[in-house]
């Protein structure tokens, strides 16, 4: 008798940038769909990986984080900008944030229970959810402005969570010091969790400043916030992240995560705690930032508009025409990738129903030669396909 194996989420079986991906290495494509940078991480990085092999650190790890870890990531922390401080029973090593937030919804949802989604938002967040037989609330976002009225109606007795990302992937919207008091007056009155998503935190452009839901000093109390090394490092094969929560946040997380993974791997966590005692955070902003400017100068002139730069994180938004390109932004994006050989996402993938904004998702954390190459490829396919008009 055959088994019945049933969809426990409602996503793709192929999720939209593995299909993307799939279509620019078939396509010959430049991709600049996928938020993983082309260059190499630093060198010291790496040497400190070769190092670890030679440390005789192949065993188990003893512990969620191990204490030459533990005692740089604490360290890091506070000598942010603006400081976070926790102690040992406040962090945890995860092997990815996607990791992380399923976990952390493991540890307090039940079925029925609804957790608020703000969209446009990273594809991931819908199948933690529906894993944990909870329901996904959604909430659009107009124009990168909270839209804090409809967060309000979207407040029931089953909320048990709400998923804030700042800066946020597709938008770059980077969360002011308002926007957080305004959540705290939502939900002071209510047991709601707040899951933050920060894995772009170090990432913050033109005089943006990063605040994290730890910040705050009552949200601190009731979150999870989550970071990545692989968005710090540009080293997305690591799968190397971090959790900060509140102690008993932090106990109830560790029950869950020590039978499954229990740490991430002691070569990379000597590595990361290495190299976070000589990582420039100012230089590396500035490396990307530069980026994001080199990205809107090559594309500036191009049919594609920009409305807005990007405030922090990866990506750079652009719509385009639909006078001029008559077609869904799936696709158009589609079209680009068969015919410019470049990729991007649309985002339509960032919505549950697949809206239509005429919007495209562009990473711009590639190297200088890869952004030129692939404005030049784009200007080529517009300046046929505008004078003969048979796109």
């Not at 990531?73 to 990815?96: A, H, Q």
């Not at 949802?109 to 609330?137: F, H, K, M, S, W």
């Not at 994290?212 to 992240?241: D, T």
């Amino acid at each position: 008798m055959a088994i019945e194996f049933k969809d426990r989420h409602s996503g793709n079986d192929l999720n939209i940038f593995s299909e993307l991906a799939a279509k620019a290495e078939q396509y010959g494509a430049i991709n600049l769909a996928q938020g993983s940078p082309d260059y190499a991480p630093d060198s010291r990085l790496t040497e400190f990986l070769q190092q670890a092999i030679h440390h005789d650190m192949n065993a188990y790890a003893s512990a969620c984080v191990l204490p030459l870890m533990q005692e740089k990531l604490i360290r890091f922390n506070l000598n942010r900008p603006k400081p976070i401080s926790v102690t040992e029973d406040e962090v945890t090593l995860v092997p990815g944030a996607t990791y992380g937030m399923y976990v952390a919804f493991a540890s307090f949802l039940e079925p029925g229970d609804e957790v608020i989604i703000i969209e446009p938002c990273y594809n991931t967040y819908v199948p933690a959810v529906e894993i944990r037989r909870a329901q996904p609330v959604f909430v659009q976002m107009p124009n990168s402005e909270i839209p804090w009225e409809l967060i309000q109606q979207a407040i029931t007795p089953r909320t048990k969570a709400i998923i804030v990302n700042s800066p946020n992937n597709p938008t770059g919207k980077v969360w002011d010091p308002t926007d957080w008091d305004l959540l705290w007056e939502l939900i002071k009155d209510t047991d709601i969790i707040v899951i933050s998503d920060e894995v772009y935190d170090l990432l913050c452009y033109d005089g943006c400043e990063f605040l994290s839901a730890s910040h705050h000093p009552e949200i601190a109390q009731r979150c999870f916030c989550i970071y990545s090394f692989e968005k710090m490092f540009h080293i997305s094969g690591w799968k190397a992240s971090y959790i900060i929560a509140p102690p008993e946040y932090t106990a109830a997380f560790r029950k869950i995560h020590q039978y499954l993974t229990f740490t991430v791997n002691a070569h990379a966590q000597f590595a990361l705690g290495n190299f976070l005692q000589v990582f420039d955070v100012n230089q590396n902003r500035e490396l990307f930032r530069a980026k994001r400017d080199l990205f809107c100068e090559l594309f500036t002139g191009l049919p594609l508009e920009i409305l807005q730069k990007a405030e922090g994180g990866y990506f750079q938004t652009l719509s385009f025409c639909r006078q001029t390109f008559p077609y869904t932004d799936r696709e158009f994006a589609e079209l680009l990738i068969r015919e410019a050989k470049v990729a991007c996402v649309p985002y339509s993938a960032f919505y549950h129903d697949g809206r239509d904004t005429g919007q495209l998702r562009f990473c711009f954390a590639k190297k200088d030669e890869t952004l030129i190459r692939a404005a030049e490829q784009l200007k080529e396919f517009f300046a046929k396909n505008l004078s003969t008009e048979t796109v």
